[in-house]
Every structure is written in structure tokens, then in C-alpha cells.
T-cell receptor, first 115, second 114 residues
């Protein structure tokens, strides 16, 4: 069974600091990778996704993630965080292909940005 | 504009008293999912409907059931809630079940069992 590890449970940063959230997955085949964000009191929203092609993926609100196949990693980055980025971030993975509906999530990383 | 709607947002039920959570969608998606998320844990898939076809995850307890009367609505029934069933329940939809298909989530219903 595939699994997803997010190593940081809670990250606290000052505004304008750079962000990198780690994500590793265990599945050895072709995967589709996602980062979701959940702002306080709101629903999970897709931040970005990787299916194929350029391993550096750009998402909304200045976020990007890099797929490194050899490391089974899909780390999320942002050069300069804002207070409004305070949220919980979830990495998730799906197999590629038909019938591969199961979205496996990591436990999430809470990001607190201090003004 | 809300696309996946869950009601109620907060639900309190008594130990052993059946409870139903509801989800509706305006996306006309074929697939609807129910996830359980306990505090500080990853969302865990309970089951999903592909159109009218119900698909249960192997480790989902029998206490959890679901109904999908039409494309737009899906219900989660907990027949006899235990204290361990207190959690956030998330509904999600997707156009199909392909690995590349994005899932859209509702805001969740937080269930408390007293």
C-alpha cells in the first residue's frame, strides 16, 4: 500500500521567510502528486498537482513544488510567505491510470506565519 | 460559489444513536467520496460511489453506510456511533476515477459523540 510522509507537523515562520515543506511517498510506480491547502475554517483546496512533464510545478499564490523521482519526494516551496499563508498543507498521491481513484494523504503540516 | 456542500457543519449525537451526514454537489461529477479525518491524522477514505456503483474500502467498519439517491446527493449513515467515531467527515467529488482526476472537497462535518 502506498503511504505519504510529511515530516514537519508544525512550522512557524516570520513573514517574508522562505518555506519548504517536505513530502515523501512510498509507491514505486507511476504516481500523480498533489498538494492541498486548508485555510482556517475552510475546505481543502488544490494548491498544485503533478502528472508528468516538467518536474517543477507552479501552483496558485506563488507556491511551487518539485518532483524528484529518485528521492520519492514532492516538496512544496514558496520564496516569501505571507500571514495569509497560515493554513494546513496536505501532500497526497494517487496511482496513475484508470481505477486509481484512491487519494492517499499525508498527516498534514500546519504553517503559522507571524506578522 | 460552493460546489461541494456539507450539512450540517457540526453534528452532535449520542453514543449509539444513528446519525446521517449529507453532501451535495453542483459539479455534476460522477464520483463522490467520503473521508474520515481524526485529529492530527490524514484523511482516510471510507468509500466512494462511481455513479450508482458503491465501492467500500476493505477496512471501513460495517457501522458506516452510504446512500446516493441521485447524482447530486450522497449521505453517510453511522448506524451506532461510538466515541471513536468522533471526527471530521469530508465529502469529495471527482469527474472520474482516473489517477489524474482532481478531487473537490466540501468543508466537512465535525461529528461529536457524547
Amino acid at each position: 500500500a502506498q503511504s505519504v510522509s510529511q515530516h514537519n507537523h508544525h512550522v512557524i515562520l516570520s513573514e517574508a521567510a522562505s518555506l519548504e515543506l517536505g513530502c515523501n511517498y512510498s509507491y514505486g510506480g507511476t504516481v500523480n502528486l498533489f498538494w492541498y491547502v486548508q485555510y482556517p475554517g475552510q475546505h481543502l483546496q488544490l494548491l498544485l498537482k503533478y502528472f508528468s512533464g516538467d518536474p517543477l510545478v507552479k501552483g496558485i499564490k506563488g507556491f511551487e513544488a518539485e518532483f524528484i523521482k529518485s528521492k520519492f519526494s514532492f516538496n512544496l516551496r514558496k520564496p516569501s510567505v505571507q500571514w495569509s499563508d497560515t493554513a494546513e498543507y496536505f501532500c497526497a498521491v494517487k496511482h496513475s491510470g484508470a481505477g486509481s481513484y484512491q487519494l492517499t494523504f499525508g498527516k498534514g503540516t500546519k504553517l503559522s506565519v507571524i506578522p | 460559489d460552493a460546489m461541494v456542500i456539507q450539512n450540517p457543519r457540526y453534528q452532535v449525537t449520542q453514543f449509539g444513536k444513528p446519525v446521517t451526514l449529507s453532501c451535495s454537489q453542483t459539479l455534476n461529477h460522477n464520483v463522490m467520496y467520503w473521508y474520515q479525518q481524526k485529529s492530527s491524522q490524514a484523511p482516510k477514505l471510507l468509500f466512494h460511489y462511481y455513479d450508482k456503483d458503491f465501492n467500500n474500502e476493505a477496512d471501513t467498519p460495517d457501522n458506516f453506510q452510504s446512500r446516493r439517491p441521485n447524482t447530486s446527493f450522497c449521505f453517510l449513515d453511522i448506524r451506532s456511533p461510538g466515541l471513536g467515531d468522533a471526527a471530521m467527515y469530508l465529502c469529495a467529488t471527482s469527474r472520474d476515477r482516473l489517477g489524474s482526476s482532481e478531487q473537490y472537497f466540501g468543508p466537512g462535518t465535525r461529528l461529536t459523540v457524547t
